[in-house]
């Protein structure tokens, strides 16, 4: 039995739909622990089975997890609060003597200059130390998350970042859905291994104007901004002040490499190449 956490969430629900998939696993042997049963309802007419699962309730944590082999920890949205509440995750799939915990962490957790990387570091040793066997699934950024912007762009008539001349090697959330049903379903021992998972083409956000500029039909500059300046511009846009603060730290980041991998070790597991940021763009462009 394979429970995927966070199923209600888009990652989770890619995840669950690449399982099902061919009938990798059946329905009835895939468990999707949501906070919210009936956000899921699809999932259950198709034969899933729904448990309750909030990081902060940790009695409803054991139960989800269950007579459960493989347990997909998708990581907690909630920025400052992740730890917590994956320590609750990883204690629980103890106690319920899973065999195997596939945790979504960040690209190259270990050196990367994200201040987003704090948590996933923390979660990583926590799993190390609690004695449950673990993989890593190192995800690099989602293409949509620079995706999402373009309509705004071209709002704006430029691309706005803090960047600079970063190189960006994201995929998309299919992607890497993907990449941990193929983890969850593999015949080998995946206990101990160490995914960094990135898109097979990197681009710097100048590029990326250019490819709105290519899929729109109009002329889009990348304008580079201090980081708090970027900051400030994106909470003026109606962006919550953390989520601001994450992106305008992230795109920094970026500037130093962090979302920067060339081993195309996502392509080789997912046995094709990864989505083009072009195709990632027009969908976000069509809406």
Not at 31 to 50: I, M, T, W
Not at 143 to 149: F, I, K, Q, V
Not at 256 to 273: E, H, M, P, Q, V
Request: proline residues 3%; aromatic residues 6%.
């Amino acid at each position: 039995m394979i429970v995927v956490t966070g199923a209600s969430g888009q990652l989770g629900r890619l995840v669950i739909e690449q399982l099902l998939a061919g009938g990798k696993v059946a329905a009835t042997d895939i468990v999707a622990a949501v906070r919210s049963p009936e956000k899921v309802a699809d999932l259950a007419e198709q034969g899933v089975v729904v448990h309750e699962a909030d990081y902060t309730k940790p009695e409803t944590l054991v139960s989800a997890f269950a007579g459960a082999d493989k347990l997909l920890l998708i990581s907690s949205s909630e920025v400052g609060q992740r730890f917590v509440q994956h320590k609750n995750a990883i204690e629980a799939a103890k106690e319920a003597g899973v065999a195997l915990v596939a945790y979504t962490s960040i690209l190259n957790a270990a050196e990367s200059p994200l201040p987003l990387a704090a948590e996933h570091k923390q979660t990583e040793a926590l799993l190390a130390e609690s004695g449950v066997p673990f993989v890593l699934l190192r995800n690099g950024w989602y293409s949509e998350n620079y995706a999402m912007g373009a309509p705004a762009a071209l709002q704006l008539e430029a691309l706005y970042g803090c960047a600079g001349d970063g190189k960006i090697s994201s995929a998309a959330r299919a992607d890497y859905a993907a990449a941990a049903a193929a983890v969850l379903t593999a015949s080998d021992d995946q206990a101990g291994k160490v995914y960094e998972l990135a898109g097979d083409d990197a681009y710097t956000l100048t590029e990326l104007a250019a490819i709105i500029s290519a899929e729109s039909g109009k002329e889009i500059p990348y304008v580079n901004l201090p980081e708090a300046d970027y900051a400030g511009a994106l909470k003026q846009a109606g962006l919550p002040e953390g989520l601001a603060v994450l992106l305008a730290e992230s795109d920094t980041g970026a500037s130093k490499g962090g979302l920067f991998d060339n081993s195309k070790t996502l392509s080789a597991l997912i046995g094709r190449a990864t989505t083009p940021m072009s195709d990632s763009v027009k969908a976000a462009l069509v809406g």
